[in-house]
């Protein structure tokens, strides 16, 4: 999609700080973080919403999103790393994962 700053990231138009990449799933860290290492993770592809990926591709989103969760509760002084999707401030599909504080960690 011609105007997306994902679909941009995606083709290196946009630079970002990549800490996943395969042939279908992305992830970089958000240039506007809410916490330390806040990352997101998308399909390549352009989707609006999660809901609208195939089968297949939501699957390995969040399989990566499970994968880079483990691997920033590691790397983060955090009590759990918390797994989100809006989708309104930008229309391609991304997974916020945010290392948070149980004691701070809004409710939804
Ligand atoms: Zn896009």
Redesign the pocket.
Known sequence: ?PD?I??KIVAGEVPSTKVYEDEEVLAFLNIAPREPQHTLVIPKE?YRWFYDMPDELSSKVFLVAKKIARELKEKTVSDFVQLSLVGKDVP?VHVHLVPRMLANAPEL
Do not use: N, R
């Open positions: 999609m997306c994902f679909c352009h391609h």
